[in-house]
């Protein structure tokens, strides 16, 4: 074995490509589109060394294409999810006792390949399947989860490197970082392929096997995935590669014995039953299940008298509409002064005018699909019901078509009543509403926006005044995990702006810091004496005579 303390390469966030037209990286990812376009593939399962194949195959589409056919996936069932347990376990022993700068090796190497050979094909994927322009794939896919596979092998080096100080004389402390005992299962969400990448992988990085299911809206590109931790050299069995449904999972993986942790994001509603479920199996388990997630959001933009209107009219723009709000960030509840309304409102819908709306094969488009049939009726619903209800007025978009594709117009709702529906619940589409408060009356617009959500994920103050930026920092310091000042409420860098939140929102592990991987590793201490006591007598019992 290997004798030495390594250095890893520093880390540095992935430089974001521009796909300007006629650029390299941009003929590239058009010719990658037309050949994924061009083929359906065959998705299997991957449980240890098998791909496994059901024959329960599920079409995938593009959202913005639904007709159209991508390939097919392979559906298991409660015989996979055991498989891919007893995988797991049965590969745990030789993960865990690799030596860490083999495991830092493989990550850093399946960086380089996501940023050099796998760029396009990610990036396609991520396109296609989950209806990502060219720029938010971009920034999600590739560098992104570049970013959390560099940067989380660094902060693996600075957990091991953590030690105590010597206590004394013939004494010498240690400090080990076991992984946890069991396997982990990794619930990946359908929005960002770099969550889907991150969750398993940051948890096998510090020498746990993972059970990893992902959303079926996004399996499109987690193949991509599979394959990139494959040719890194993740070995069989460290990863396995699921395609159930999630009671089928839920029923085996939580009352399993094993059961060492869950890394999730997705719903509030399906964290809080699978920690309740948890709860109840608890005396089941060898061992206190570690329960990270990161949930929902109803996150918001408060702008001071003294804001840029137009500043604040972009940071709408962008931060409710990329992606058509399918972030767990994106601002969808937005409180704006009544001094600066008018000039933020012709902004606001002067922007959205010009967005162009369609497929992401053609790169002029802004605004993509939603992803699937459900979410689009949901939204819709939501929609409706503003344009019956005279206390609330749509200013822009409000129409929708899914003939083709999941298409919603970014939609903007302006209501007299700061706790309508859509100022409180959580949406997830191209949907903001915004309350015009009394200019003047800027601390109680404070206290709304803290009370009105049970959500506390990420939220913005556009001020010119310091005064009020200061007032609002403090006024909403348990509002938002992740909190901008004078920019829209989402992208979140790794290494920059380690991202989570609070309250309803999740347990605040921060994906993209130390912090998180600490969650997947057991410290052990350990205290050894050179030269052992042979008397059992201490000076104090000695006689004073």
Known sequence: MLKGFFNVPAPVNEPVKAYAPGSPERIELQAALKEARAQQIDVPMYIGSDEVRTGNTHKMS??????HILGHFHEGDASHVEQAINAALGAKEAWEN????????????????????YRAK?????????????????????CEFIDFLRFNVQYM??????????????????????????????????NFTAIAGNLPTSAAMMGNTIVWKPAYTQIYSANVLMQ???????????????????????????????????????????????????????HQYK??????????????????????????????????????????????RAYIPSNIWDEVKEGLVADLADMKMGGTEDFTNFINAVIDEKSFDKIAKYIDNA?????????????????????????????????????????????????????????EALELVDQTSPYALTGAIFSQ????????????????????????PTGAVVGQQPFGGARASGTNDKAGSMINLLRWVSPRTIKETFVSPVDYKYPFLESDK
């Open 62 to 67: 593009p959202p913005h294409d639904h007709q």
């Open 98 to 117: 690799l030596a860490w700068e083999q495991r830092a090796a493989i990550f850093l190497k399946a960086a380089d390949l996501l940023a050099g050979p």
């Open 122 to 142: 990610i990036n396609a994927a991520t396109m296609l399947g989950q209806s990502k322009n060219a720029m938010q794939a971009e920034i999600d896919a590739s």
């Open 157 to 190: 080096t600075e957990i091991y490197a953590q030690q105590p100080p010597v206590s004394g004389n013939g004494i010498w402390n240690r400090l080990e970082q076991r992984p946890l005992e069991g396997f982990i299962f990794a619930l990946t969400p359908f």
């Open 228 to 282: 990139v931790f494959k040719e890194a050299g993740v070995p069989d069995g460290v990863i396995n590669l699921i395609y159930v449904d999630g009671p089928t999972a839920g029923d085996i993986i939580f009352k399993h014995p094993d059961f060492a942790g869950i890394h999730f994001t997705g719903s509030t509603g399906v964290f809080q039953h699978i920690w309740k479920t948890i709860g109840t199996n608890i």
């Open 287 to 332: 061992a206190y299940p570690r329960i990270v997630g990161e949930t929902g959001g109803k996150d918001f933009v408060i702008a001071h008298k003294s804001a840029i209107p137009k500043a604040v009219a972009v940071g709408l723009s962008r931060g409710a509409f990329e992606f058509q709000g399918q972030k767990c960030s994106a601002a969808s």
């Open 387 to 443: 344009k019956s209800n005279p206390a609330v007025e749509i200013i822009a978009g409000g129409n929708y078509d899914k003939s083709k594709g999941y298409f919603i117009e970014p939609t903007v709702i302006v209501t007299q009543d700061p706790m309508y529906t859509t100022m409180c619940e959580e949406i997830f589409g191209p949907v903001l509403t915004i309350y015009v408060y009394d200019a003047e009356r800027f601390e």
């Open 465 to 488: 005044d310091r005064y009020a930026v200061e007032l609002a920092t403090i006024k909403l310091r348990n509002a938002a995990g992740n909190f901008y000042i004078n920019d829209k």
